[in-house]
């Protein structure tokens, strides 16, 4: 962490219900590069989470519009998240 954020930096796109300032301040080294980190506030809300995509891929709901269809192939091909190709 301290590599990435320090040498290259961070950007962090907010989600709703999240305080990304709260949880920067509660890490030593995140706030030791709080300069390094800039924060893009989405204003129109989008409840997609990578956990919520990987629950619909072990369901085989469709991710049709969530994801490429690269990735998507990547994931049935490669039987990631219990999935079948």
Not at 4 to 14: D, E, K, M
Not at 58 to 74: A, C, G, M
Not at 76 to 84: A, C, P, R
């Amino acid at each position: 962490i301290e590599t990435i954020v320090g040498q290259h930096g961070l950007v962090v796109v907010t989600r709703n219900g999240t305080n990304p300032y709260k949880f920067i301040y509660e890490s030593d080294i995140l706030t030791k590069y709080q300069n390094n980190i800039h924060i893009v506030t989405e204003w129109i809300t989008n409840d997609v989470s990578s956990t919520k995509i990987r629950r619909a891929l072990r369901r085989s709901e469709s991710v049709k519009y969530l994801l490429v269809d690269p990735v998507i192939d990547y994931v049935h091909k490669h039987g990631l998240y219990n999935t079948k190709e």
